[in-house]
C-alpha cells in the first residue's frame, strides 16, 4: 500500500470534508453541500463515501480526492497536503537522512532566530524611545494600532549591536545571525547591525513563517530609504509576494490578485478590506510570483504599479516577462493579466489613504494588456507619426498582442491596433505572420461515420446543432483506443510522461484545440489533462508532482521530479521510465495482464519512420477523459433524479445539471471524434 492510500485509509473524506463544511448532509448514497469554493444557495457539491471522492457541480466545476480538497480548502501544495495529512493519520513519511535531517534542523534554526528578531523588533517598538516611530506610524502612514500587530510592524533603534547582543545572549551564532542578514560582517572581520533607525517590516513566505525584513528609513538624510533582507537561504525575493500569507484565501475566493510595488501598499490594502493585494519583491514581476498565485488561487492578475516613471517602467517590464508566460502558459495557466492605472503623482498607499472608495472602481476598470500597451506606445509616437513609424510600432507590440492562443482575442486585438495606427487589419495579420514557422501541410482524413446507437450512449439528450456532435468510427475498436481498461491505460501514459515531459503541452494543446472558443469547454470537460484524470494513488501522486517539475524553473524537469520522490514513488517512477513490460506488470502487481501485452505490443510500431509517440499518447490521455466524463455523468445523472423526485422540485438545480450534462456531451462527442482520428491514423501506419 502506498502512503496516500494509506492515509486515505485513516482518514475518511467525508469526516474529514465535514469540519470545513458543517452543512454537508447525507442524501441517498452521498453526501450535499454548498459548495465551500463558491457562492451558491443550492447545494451542488457532492462527496461519495464509496470512491471517497468529492466533485462540485456548480460553478467550480472541480473535484478530486482527499488530497486534492486539503489543497484547494488549505491552498497547499501537495507537498505541504502530503505532509499535513500523514502527521494528522499518524503515517510516517520517508525517513530522511542523515544529510537531509542536518539541513533541515539548520533552516529550522534560522527561521528561529528570524521569528525571535521579528519579536525583538515588535517589542522595541511599544517603548518609550519608539513613541516617536509609533506616532509616525499613525499619523504619517494612517495605520491602526490593529494593522500595526497584525503585521508585526516593529523597530530597530539606533546603535550597531543592539540586536547582534540580544541574540547573542539567547545563544545564537554570529555566523547564523549574518547568514539571515540581520547583522553584518565587514572585512575587518567586526560585525554589526544591518538595519538601524528603521521600521521593521517582517517579510513572511506563502506559509506565514517570517523570512526577511524590509526596513524603512526614519531619518530622512539616510541614503536608502529601504532596505531589504539579502538573499539566503530563506529568503528569496524573486520567489515572494508579500502579504501572499494573509491574503491568500481573499484571492483565492475572488479568483483577482492585485500586485501593487510596494509593503505599505499592501498594509493600507489590507486595513481598507482589500485582502487581494500582495506586493512584488524587487522591481518587477518574475515568473515565479505569477506562478504562486496562478493558476492555484487565482485567474486575474492587476498590475497596480506606482503611476512614476518608474512605476511605469517597472509595468512594461513585467508585461515582457508575462508575455513569456502567456505565450507559454496563458492557454494551460488561463491568466487574464490587467493594469491598474491610478491618478497621476499617486501610488496605491497614497489613493488608499485619500481616496479609498476610488479604489473598486479602478480596479474594476483595468486595462486589459492590448489596450495598456497600444496605449503606452502610441503616447511616445510624435504628433503626426509617419508610416514607418506606426509600422514599427506594430511590429513591436503585435508578438504581445498575439501571445494568447484564443482566435477571438487575436481579432479583437488586431482590430485595436488598426484602428489606432490606421493600418488594416490584412497588412496586421501578414506582419504577424512573417515571424511563424511554416506549417507542415495537413494530410487528407478520411470521413469518419457515426453510429446510429451513439446518442443511446447519453440518455436521451437533446439533438445535437448539425455538425456540432460526432463520435468515432470502428477504427478506434480496431486499434485498441478506447477498448482497453483505463487502469492499464493510466501507467502507459504516466510512463510516456516520464520518459518525455513536454508530451503534456501537446496533450493540453489538444484539449484546447477539440474546446477552440468555447471557454465553457476550455475551463470545464475540456481543461488541461491532470491529477483528477487518473484513479489510482500512485499515478495521481506522480502526476501531481511532473506537473510541479514543469512549473519550476531551476532544473530540468525529470531532475526535479527525481529529487522530490519519496521510497515508495521512486519505485513506480523507475518501473515507469524504463521501456520494460515486465517492470511495469510488477509495479501493477501483475493486474491487467492482458491488457499491458496488448498496450506494449502496440508500442513496438512506436519510432518506426511514420509512427508517433505522441500521437499514441493523445489517444490514451483522450480515453482517461472519456473514463472521467463518464464518471461524472453518472454523478450528475443521480443529482437530477434526486432533484426531479424531490417533494419540492429544484428546477434551478436540475436546469444547472441539464446544462453542465450538455457540455459533457459536447466534449464526449469531440473527443470521440479526435479519438478515431488518432486510432485511424495509427491502424493504417501499422498496417503498412
Known amino acids: 500500500m502506498s502512503v496516500t492510500d494509506e492515509i486515505k485509509s485513516r482518514i475518511d473524506i467525508v469526516s474529514y470534508i465535514q469540519r470545513h463544511v458543517p452543512a454537508l448532509k447525507k442524501a441517498g448514497r452521498n453526501h450535499k453541500a454548498c459548495c465551500p469554493f463558491h457562492s451558491e444557495k443550492t447545494p451542488s457539491f457532492v462527496v461519495n463515501p464509496e470512491r471517497q471522492t468529492w466533485h462540485c457541480f456548480g460553478a467550480c466545476s472541480e473535484g478530486g480526492d482527499l488530497f486534492t480538497f486539503a489543497q484547494k480548502m488549505h491552498g497547499w501544495d501537495f507537498k505541504e497536503a502530503l505532509r499535513e495529512l500523514a502527521a494528522e493519520a499518524d503515517v510516517k513519511l520517508r525517513a530522511q537522512t542523515p544529510a537531509q535531517k542536518t539541513a533541515a534542523d539548520r533552516l529550522d534554526t534560522l527561521r528561529s532566530l528570524v521569528k525571535t528578531a521579528a519579536e525583538f523588533f515588535q517589542n522595541r517598538l511599544e517603548m518609550d524611545d519608539a513613541s516617536a516611530v509609533r506616532q509616525y506610524i499613525r499619523d504619517e502612514r494612517g495605520l491602526s494600532d490593529e494593522?500595526?500587530?497584525?503585521?508585526?510592524?516593529?523597530?530597530?533603534?539606533?546603535?550597531?549591536?543592539w540586536l547582534l547582543n540580544s541574540?547573542?545572549?539567547?545563544?545564537?551564532?554570529?555566523?547564523?545571525?549574518?547568514?539571515?542578514?540581520l547583522a553584518v560582517r565587514n572585512e575587518r572581520d567586526r560585525v554589526y547591525d544591518r538595519f538601524r533607525n528603521r521600521l521593521m517590516i517582517p517579510i513572511r513566505d506563502e506559509r506565514g513563517r517570517v523570512v526577511g525584513f524590509g526596513g524603512r528609513a526614519l531619518d530622512a538624510d539616510e541614503g536608502a530609504k529601504y532596505i531589504n533582507s539579502p538573499q539566503s537561504a530563506l529568503f528569496d525575493k524573486s520567489r515572494l509576494l508579500f502579504g501572499l500569507d494573509t491574503g491568500r484565501q481573499a484571492i483565492r475566493e475572488g479568483g483577482t490578485v492585485v500586485i501593487v510595488e510596494g509593503y505599505m501598499d499592501v498594509i493600507q490594502a489590507h486595513q481598507a478590506g482589500h485582502r487581494n493585494v500582495v506586493a512584488q519583491m524587487g522591481t518587477a514581476l518574475t515568473e515565479n510570483q505569477i506562478r504562486l498565485v496562478a493558476p492555484r488561487h487565482a485567474s486575474k492578475i492587476i498590475l497596480a504599479l506606482d503611476s512614476d516613471e518608474a512605476g511605469q517602467s517597472a509595468a512594461r517590464h513585467s508585461l515582457e516577462v508575462a508575455r513569456q508566460v502567456l505565450r507559454d502558459y496563458a492557454g494551460r495557466l488561463s491568466v487574464d493579466l490587467r493594469i491598474l492605472q491610478a491618478p497621476a503623482g499617486k501610488d496605491p498607499d497614497d489613493l488608499l489613504r485619500q481616496s479609498p472608495?476610488?479604489?473598486?472602481?479602478?480596479?474594476?476598470?483595468?486595462?486589459?494588456?492590448?489596450?495598456?500597451?497600444?496605449?503606452?506606445?502610441m503616447a511616445a509616437l510624435p504628433e503626426a507619426p509617419s508610416m514607418p513609424e506606426r509600422e514599427a510600432l506594430a511590429r513591436r507590440v503585435l508578438p504581445l498582442l498575439l501571445a494568447s492562443e484564443n482566435n477571438l482575442y487575436k481579432q479583437d486585438n488586431i482590430q485595436k491596433l488598426s484602428r489606432r495606427l490606421r493600418i488594416s487589419e490584412r497588412d496586421l495579420m501578414y506582419w504577424s505572420r512573417e515571424n511563424l514557422p511554416a506549417e507542415r501541410p495537413k494530410q487528407p482524413q478520411a470521413p469518419v461515420e457515426p453510429p446510429p446507437e451513439y446518442w443511446e450512449d447519453e440518455f436521451d439528450a437533446i439533438p445535437p446543432e448539425a455538425g456540432e456532435y460526432e463520435a468515432p468510427s470502428n477504427s478506434a475498436a480496431a486499434t485498441g483506443i478506447g477498448s482497453r481498461s483505463t487502469r492499464a491505460i493510466e501507467p502507459y501514459c504516466i510512463g510516456l510522461l516520464l520518459k518525455n515531459p513536454n508530451l503534456l503541452y501537446m496533450v493540453n494543446r489538444k484539449l484546447r484545440e477539440l474546446a477552440g472558443d468555447d471557454y465553457e469547454l476550455l475551463r470545464g470537460p475540456l481543461c488541461?489533462?491532470?491529477?483528477?484524470?487518473?484513479?489510482?494513488s500512485q499515478y495521481r501522486m506522480l502526476m501531481a508532482h511532473l506537473q510541479e517539475s514543469m512549473a519550476q524553473d531551476d532544473r530540468e524537469p525529470l531532475e526535479h521530479l527525481g529529487s522530490a520522490l519519496d521510497a515508495d514513488l521512486r519505485s513506480e517512477f523507475e518501473a515507469l521510465s524504463i521501456e520494460a513490460?515486465?517492470?511495469?506488470?510488477?509495479?501493477?502487481?501483475?493486474?491487467?495482464?492482458?491488457?499491458?501485452?496488448?498496450?506494449?505490443?502496440?508500442?513496438?510500431?512506436?519510432?518506426?519512420?511514420?509512427?508517433?509517440?505522441?500521437?499514441?499518447?493523445?489517444?490514451?490521455a483522450l480515453q482517461l477523459r472519456l473514463e472521467r466524463l463518464e464518471n461524472e455523468r453518472v454523478e450528475m445523472q443521480y443529482l437530477q433524479e434526486e432533484a426531479q423526485a424531490g417533494e419540492i422540485s429544484d428546477q434551478r438545480q436540475e436546469d444547472l445539471l441539464n446544462a453542465k450534462i450538455m457540455l459533457s456531451v459536447r466534449a464526449k462527442a469531440r473527443i470521440n471524434r479526435a479519438v478515431s482520428q488518432?486510432?485511424?491514423?495509427l491502424q493504417q501506419t501499422s498496417i503498412s
Not at 528 to 536: A, I, K, P, R, Y
Open 678 to 681: 488518432v486510432s485511424l491514423r
Open 167 to 181: 541574540l547573542r545572549r539567547l545563544g545564537y551564532r554570529d555566523d547564523d545571525i549574518v547568514e539571515v542578514g
Open 357 to 377: 472608495d476610488r479604489w473598486d472602481s479602478l480596479v474594476a476598470t483595468a486595462l486589459g494588456v492590448a489596450d495598456y500597451v497600444i496605449d503606452t506606445e
Open 528 to 536: 488541461e489533462l491532470g491529477v483528477e484524470d487518473f484513479t489510482q
Open 147 to 161: 494593522t500595526s500587530r497584525a503585521f508585526q510592524l516593529g523597530y530597530a533603534p539606533e546603535g550597531w549591536n
Open 581 to 620: 513490460p515486465e517492470a511495469v506488470s510488477q509495479s501493477m502487481r501483475r493486474n491487467f495482464q492482458v491488457d499491458l501485452n496488448d498496450i506494449f505490443r502496440r508500442r513496438s510500431f512506436l519510432g518506426r519512420s511514420g509512427n508517433s509517440e505522441q500521437d499514441e499518447l493523445i489517444g490514451r
